[in-house]
């Protein structure tokens, strides 16, 4: 039996509810905007309907609590409530998620049903970091999840973090994962929380995971929304049940949806390990090319995404190329300078040999294909099943003409080596960057300073500072914020060798460590690498973006080292910047030092001028035309 509830106007106590797990701050910036729009996050809006709408969202949570805890007609309730919730901390927004709606119906049911053991599940594809940190604050909720890691937000990839409360669980899958891989981790988030007998089970419901999702990864049917249900009905046949939705941003979410219902309304379902038997009919229909990788040491489960650039050379780029079907392919322009793909309508780049990301990519907006033609870069997605690596007919179309269009003569036999190259140079990319020697060197050109980590001839990571000359315009970062967040507003204490009288500050522009690399400490040795070089060529001020995934952990680890947060005020459109002082080395030598295990088998070169006499003879011409008011004349001729 299935009831259907409509509601038509939000519930008094549902600000209420939100105020027990977000900032006072929070609620109000969403509740005041009266004009246009305000972005709270990367990719997160509000308008001023926003607010109400969020309460109305709010307000089905927490009739499906009553529902299962009060009125005991059913056992199960379902929020269908948009938009999802599950990234929302106490004070940000982020991911599309604004308050967190799971949150707080779990702060409902304690505070005000005084219940003492709650369960919440995650089957979104992503990270549930905002209910992570709910839990890192809360011992009567117990929180496990399964998702795909690595991918945004960040968190959620050690299988073995259990939280400070040893409360949670975070169960990952690969990317590419099929149902079977996300049903066995589902199992152990479900026995996690079941441990702990909880009263009330309230369940994120994200239907992300699907193989036609476009933000995520994972390659799993409507039909495994069926058997991820199965398993939490059968797991709790007694305990009230609360669903609601989370993410899921494909056609497909219907479909998925309406299975996960059925063990529900229909107990005679039951667990049929036959129907996780892969259908082969229908993986091969749409595939033009097949190979069999002849290395069985490459046998890997996953996708593959290959790039060709303006020059023909392929490169294989693992699944770390955004979305396909997203704007990359239709208009995006190949810089074969840096090697990185350029949308035009956003300037986001997208780093080719790397995989790195810098800025949001956008969704599909047709109106600008129109505007922009496909130039110069085409991408296919290729599977990597076993050791059977295939090529769909569609992508394969897609390759061919752009090297028509490029003319260049390739044959059957080249794509086929192409394939095993790129699979091969994945492979071989991961194991290098978890075990194989990495040496670490600092380079210094004008204007750039580059920490690079290279294992076995291959780049694993860098940090890239910008260093602005002495003549070169001042940073964004005035006097004002050095003086107020780091020297207690004592102008006098500011180091003032900018040619303008004012400080010199190096801006960090560009960090990436190789997944595979960083549980080795490679992120902090280039950081502080990059900061020490800074040091020697005289600057004493670094600032950075920070990309903290909403834990506040990152900015922690930031401001332990002595960085500060630059209020979000004070840098209009840089909302999340970082400043500190980079101290002397020969007066504080340790803060350099990583310390590392003994037998790390990683060799640091540190950065040194290359003739100090030089270095301070220029300085010296600089003090001196500063002195005369001449420098800038003498720069610019
Ligand atoms: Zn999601």
Not at 302 to 315: E, F, P, S, V, W
Not at 407 to 424: C, D, H, M, N, Q
Not at 618 to 627: A, E, M, P, Q, R
């Amino acid at each position: 039996e299935i009831q259907w509830q409509i509601l038509d106007q939000s519930r008094p106590d549902a600000e209420a509810a939100l105020r027990r797990v977000h900032d006072d701050a929070h609620i109000q910036r969403v509740k005041e905007i009266r004009l246009g729009r305000e972005k709270l996050g990367p990719d997160t809006y509000v308008i001023p309907s926003s607010f109400g709408a969020l309460l109305e969202a709010q307000s089905l949570w927490l009739d499906a609590v009553d529902e299962v805890l009060e009125r005991g007609r059913y056992n199960t309730s379902w929020a269908l409530s948009r938009p999802p919730g599950h990234h929302a901390s106490r004070g940000s927004a982020d991911g599309f998620c604004i308050f967190n709606f799971c949150a707080a119906a779990a702060a409902y049911a304690i505070q005000v049903k005084g219940l003492e053991r709650i369960a919440i599940l995650d089957f979104d594809g992503h990270h549930g970091n905002g209910i992570a940190a709910y839990a890192d604050e809360e011992s009567r909720v117990t929180y496990a999840s399964v998702h795909q890691a690595p991918l945004w937000p960040g968190t959620g990839d050690d299988a073995n973090d259990r939280g400070p409360l040893s409360n949670r669980l975070s169960a990952p899958v690969s990317r590419g994962a099929q149902g079977k891989e996300y049903l066995k981790r589902w199992a152990e988030c479900i026995s996690f929380t079941q441990s702990k007998n909880p009263q009330l089970v309230i369940v994120s419901a994200g239907f992300d995971a699907l193989s036609a999702d476009p933000l995520v990864q994972c390659q799993l049917k409507p039909i495994d929304f069926m058997y991820i249900t199965l398993q939490l009905r059968t797991a709790f046949p007694h305990t009230p049940i609360v669903l609601g939705l989370e993410g899921g941003y494909s056609n497909d979410a219907g479909l998925a949806f309406a299975q996960s219902l059925r063990p529900f309304l229909d107990s005679t379902i039951q667990h049929n390990s036959t129907s996780f038997k892969k259908n082969t009919n229908s993986i091969n229909k749409d595939v033009v090319l097949t190979t069999t990788l002849q290395d069985k040491s490459l046998i890997r489960l996953g996708k593959l995404c290959l790039c060709l650039d303006a020059t023909g050379n392929i490169h294989a780029v693992c699944g770390r190329l955004p979305p396909l079907g997203l704007p990359t392919a239709a208009f995006g322009v190949f810089d074969p300078q840096v090697r990185s793909i350029t949308e035009c309508g956003t300037g986001t780049r997208f780093y080719v040999e790397t995989g790195e990301l810098r800025g949001a990519w956008c969704s599909k907006r047709p109106f600008l294909s129109i505007l922009f033609r496909p130039r110069r870069m085409a991408v296919a997605q290729v599977s990597v099943v076993e050791n059977t690596v295939t090529i769909a007919h569609k992508d394969f179309q897609r390759l061919n003409a752009e090297f028509d269009r490029l003319s260049l003569k390739k044959s059957w036999k080249p794509y086929k080596k192409f394939l095993l190259t790129g699979v091969a140079s994945r492979y071989r990319t991961d194991i290098l960057a978890a075990s194989a020697p990495v040496t670490i060197t600092t380079s210094a050109r004008e204007g750039i300073v580059k920490t690079t980590a290279i294992a076995g001839n291959l780049q694993v990571g860098y940090y890239l500072v910008r260093t602005p000359r002495r003549g070169d315009p001042p940073t964004i970062a005035t006097d004002f914020i050095i003086a107020d967040l780091l020297h207690n507003g004592n102008f006098e204490q500011i180091d003032k060798s900018h040619s303008d009288k004012c400080a010199r500050v190096a801006v960090g522009v560009a960090v990436f460590v190789e997944p595979a690399a960083r549980k080795r400490k490679l992120g902090l040795i280039l950081f502080k690498q990059a900061m020490l070089a800074c040091r020697r060529l005289g600057f004493k001020y670094m600032l950075f973006v920070e990309r903290d995934t909403g834990s506040g952990r990152l900015v922690k680890w930031y401001e332990n080292m002595g960085f500060s947060k630059i209020p979000p005020d004070a840098l209009p459109g840089l909302d999340r910047a970082m400043i500190g002082q980079l101290p002397d080395p020969d007066l504080e030598p340790d803060f350099y030092d990583v310390p590392l295990p003994d037998d790390h088998d990683i060799s640091i070169t540190p950065y040194t001028p290359p003739s100090t006499f030089i270095w301070s003879f220029t300085s010296l011409i600089g003090n001196f035309f500063d002195f005369l008011g001449l420098w800038d004349d003498t720069a610019s001729s």
